[in-house]
């Protein structure tokens, strides 16, 4: 059974940091695609960034790109959103999800929230 | 970017009555769609990917189409457990772009 597993949200102020991170089972994890996905509370889902099956490519949105950065450890089969210069409108659950074999974002773990202020 | 314009933002229906959700994209992306089913406190569950193929799990009352950049999910028979809110999502090109949902009540 394929799981997905994120940790490491909370409250931080504004300016800081923090670092997601989501631990997959149940498939080849070095085999797969993957992605950060976000919702604001009341709003809409977001695409946050997509890294590589080996982490040789990296793809952010515009508002994210200079201070997050996606990476995967393989070995340990874990998937990590480090988020630096942290704003309040960062506020949001944030969904780890794996893109199947057509690119689309086909499991997805339960959400970790992160709040963002002073 | 690649928009996504989702029709209408909210409805409600009766159970048992066919249901059409649109989603509009402002340039080509082929078949790169897919659409999910998103229930307070829970991930979003897919639906449809690739425009019409039926995700692992999804009840045959729903089904996708696709005519020119208009892409529609449709559920034949509205049950109570279809409230949610329905977003569409592009996954041709980079940025990833999700529509901004519609949402689903019963009467």
């Known amino acids: 059974e394929v799981q997905l597993v994120e940790s490491g949200g909370g409250l931080v102020q504004p300016g800081r940091s923090m670092k997601l991170s989501c631990a997959a089972s149940?498939?080849?994890?070095?085999?797969?695609?993957m992605a950060w996905v976000c919702q604001a509370p009341k709003k809409g889902l977001e695409w946050v960034a997509t890294?590589?099956?080996?982490?040789?490519?990296?793809y952010y949105r515009d508002s994210v790109k200079g201070r997050f950065t996606i990476s995967r450890d393989n070995a340990k089969s874990t998937l990590y959103l480090q988020m630096d210069s942290l704003r309040s409108e960062d506020t949001a659950t944030y969904y780890c999800?794996?893109?199947?074999?057509?690119?689309?974002?086909?499991?997805w773990g339960q959400g970790v929230m992160v709040t963002v202020s002073s | 970017d690649i928009q996504l314009t989702q029709s209408p933002s909210s409805m409600s229906a009766s159970l048992g009555d066919r249901v059409s959700l649109t989603c509009q994209s402002s340039?080509?992306?082929?078949?790169?769609l897919s659409w999910y089913q998103h229930k307070p406190g829970k991930p979003p569950k897919p639906m449809i990917y690739?425009?019409?193929n039926l995700a692992d799990g999804v009840p045959s009352r729903f089904s996708g189409s696709r005519s020119g950049s208009d892409y529609s999910l449709t559920i034949s028979s509205l049950e109570s457990e279809d409230t949610a809110i329905y977003y569409c999502l592009q996954y041709d090109e980079y940025p990833l772009t999700f529509g901004s949902g519609t949402k689903l009540e019963i009467k």
């Open positions: 149940g498939f080849t994890f070095n085999n797969y695609d």
């Open positions: 340039q080509g992306i082929g078949n790169y």
């Open positions: 890294i590589s099956y080996d982490g040789s490519s990296t």
């Open positions: 999800a794996r893109h199947d074999g057509t690119y689309y974002p086909d499991y």
């Open positions: 690739y425009a019409t």
